[in-house]
């Protein structure tokens, strides 16, 4: 995989992680770009680990 593909995947992942935190009901956007970024830093893991 790319290294450009690996950032799409990031990006992708995170945006997507926040959208469906904010619409299960996040306390507000804060909340939900935290949860976004544990879950970018899981995937990031993921693909150094993979390597």
């Not at 950032?7 to 992708?12: H, T």
């Not at 993921?46 to 390597?51: C, D, I, M, S, V």
């Given at each position: 995989?790319?290294?450009?593909?690996?950032?799409g995947?990031?990006?992708?992942?995170?945006a997507?992680?926040?959208?469906?935190a904010?619409l299960?009901?996040?306390?507000?956007?804060?909340?939900a770009?935290?949860i976004?970024?544990?879950?970018?830093?899981?995937?990031?893991?993921?693909?150094?680990?993979?390597r």
């Amino acid at each position: 995989m790319s290294l450009l593909a690996q950032f799409g995947l990031l990006a992708a992942v995170f945006a997507i992680t926040v959208a469906v935190a904010d619409l299960a009901g996040a306390a507000n956007l804060g909340v939900a770009l935290g949860i976004g970024q544990i879950v970018f830093m899981a995937a990031a893991m993921g693909l150094l680990l993979k390597r």
